[in-house]
């Protein structure tokens, strides 16, 4: 098996990691045995720096089948499992709530990792065929939100709330309905761009990287999520910025 695996195959295998590490931080805060919320979170944005990587490796070198389906199963754990386990930790531990707050965490959680999956499902069902040029509108959008980005939506939106004094309350009402958008969002048909163009994902993945720095050496990281959810929020907002004849519904 170990011969099947590739370069960009360790950093799958990395990325899955993080978000085990991040899952293991979320059940410690559960049980009250820890307050390691904050580096969840930021192993989860660390995750999707690594994601990232993972993709430009693996068109600068030879992919596999084999890859495509690791790369998917990484995701589902660090962008699909990890992040619902973290906003019920969130709304349960940090911010002290009880019913039926910890009710809906949990009803809401479980459509989140619903639809992520069905996203990668969806992902992994269409992947295009090599030398079909019919499926080379397919290999340049993603239909639907990636969970990548819902996932680093959600992280650095909840590392925004323990920096801002908002009531607890609000801050939960506001996280379901965040979720509940981004469960649309990644099920829907709204065509996204993939951003291939390193002027792009190299300013994105340095910021994220600076979240985890500032995180390291105890820098108020307020500025820097907030920075974060502005450019996911962009991102998942731009099928607005142009016109098209996709199918959006």
Do not use: H, W
């Not at 960009?8 to 307050?35: C, E, H, M």
């Not at 084999?66 to 973290?86: H, K, N, Q, T």
């Not at 340095?206 to 999520?225: D, H, I, N, P, R």
């Amino acid at each position: 098996m170990l011969r099947l695996t590739k370069l960009p195959d360790l950093f799958s295998i990395l990325n899955a990691v993080l978000g085990f590490g991040a899952i293991l931080l979320a059940l410690d805060g559960i049980r009250g045995t820890g307050t390691g919320l904050a580096t969840a979170l930021v192993l989860i944005l660390l995750a999707a720096v690594i994601d990232g990587l993972d993709g430009i490796v693996a068109r600068a070198l030879e992919s596999s089948l084999l890859g495509e389906f690791l790369d998917s199963l990484a995701d589902m754990v660090s962008f699909g499992v990890a992040p619902a386990i973290l906003a019920y930790a969130f709304i349960t531990d940090y911010s002290r709530l009880a019913a039926p707050y910890g009710s809906l965490a949990l009803a809401v959680g479980g459509a989140y990792i619903t639809c992520g999956m069905l996203r990668l499902a969806r992902f992994n069902a269409n992947l295009p065929v090599p030398n079909v040029p019919e499926q080379r509108e397919l290999s340049e959008k993603f239909l639907g939100f990636p969970i990548t980005g819902s996932a680093t939506f959600l992280a650095s939106f909840i590392l925004l709330m323990t920096e801002l004094p908002i009531p607890s309350a609000a801050s939960a009402k506001l996280l379901l309905g965040v979720m509940a958008l981004l469960c649309y969002l990644m099920t829907s048909r709204i065509p996204y761009q993939k951003l291939r163009d390193r002027r792009i994902t190299v300013p994105v993945g340095l910021l994220f990287l600076a979240l985890f720095l500032a995180y390291l050496f105890s820098f108020s990281f307020v500025y820097l999520a907030f920075v974060a959810v502005a450019l996911t929020a962009f991102y998942m907002c731009s099928p607005l910025l142009y016109t098209g004849k996709e199918k959006v519904i």
